[in-house]
T-cell receptor
Framework: DVKVTQSSRYLVKRTGEKVFLECVQD?????MFWYRQDPGLGLRLIYF???????EKGDIPEGYSVSREKKERFSLILESASTNQTSMYLC????????????FGQGTRLTVV | RKEVEQDPGPFNVPEGATVAFNCTYS??????FFWYRQDCRKEPKLLMS???SGNEDGRFTAQLNRASQYISLLIRDSKLSDSATYLC???????????FGPGTRLSVLP
């Protein structure tokens, strides 16, 4: 089975802190994604990466950056956390060829106080 | 207009009922379609991919109508364990990313 693992289930951070959310997948997938999910707004794409060192902005990249130095790891960085970044963050990965589905990590519920 | 739209729900149905969810998408170039299930406070999990010819997996049937840009999910003989939010998902081949519908919540009642 594909496994996508996010480093934390729950995080509480202070406003202004730099926050790192880590995601690791074990299936050699080329594509990786970061979403946030908020009530009433559904899943929104923050950034995605289709290969190592490649990144593309999603629909809501402001206030975030990403890093993909190794194929299995995709990191989401909140440069200076703000209260409006309190959310559920979901990482996903997908094989880069064919009509294949995405596999999700268990999610990180981030609270910024 | 949102790229992927779904029935707003929620759907509250008795056990054993048949329930159908509808989804429409705006990007006619989309090639891949999926239904995901998400339980409360959990991550989305693939329920089934949707193929042009339609496909069935036990009590679940998915249909795709490319001409109308419409996808459906039919659940027969609903179980309590089917209670979840169902997400319609379209893969944007050009942008190489997934577009999620807002989800439809289903509650199956005893």
């Amino acid at each position: 089975d594909v496994k996508v693992t996010q480093s934390s289930r729950y995080l509480v951070k202070r406003t202004g802190e730099k926050v790192f959310l880590e995601c690791v997948q074990d299936m050699d997938h080329e594509n990786m994604f970061w979403y946030r999910q908020d009530p009433g707004l559904g899943l929104r794409l923050i950034y995605f990466s289709y290969d190592v060192k490649m990144k593309e902005k999603g629909d809501i990249p402001e206030g975030y950056s990403v890093s993909r130095e190794k194929k299995e790891r995709f990191s989401l960085i909140l440069e200076s956390a703000s209260t409006n970044q309190t959310s559920m963050y979901l990482c996903a990965s997908r094989r880069g060829r064919g009509n294949t589905e995405a596999f999700f990590g268990q999610g990180t519920r981030l609270t910024v106080v | 207009r949102k790229e992927v739209e779904q029935d707003p729900g929620p759907f509250n149905v008795p056990e054993g009922a048949t329930v159908a969810f509808n989804c429409t998408y705006s990007n006619s170039a989309s090639q891949s379609f999926f239904w995901y299930r998400q339980d409360c406070r959990k991550e989305p999990k693939l329920l089934m991919s949707v193929y042009s010819s339609g496909n069935e997996d036990g009590r679940f049937t998915a249909q795709l109508n490319r001409a109308s840009q419409y996808i459906s999910l039919l659940i027969r003989d609903s179980k309590l364990s089917d209670s979840a939010t169902y997400l319609c998902v379209v893969f944007d081949n050009y942008g190489q990313n997934f577009v999620f519908g807002p989800g439809t919540r289903l509650s199956v009642l005893p």
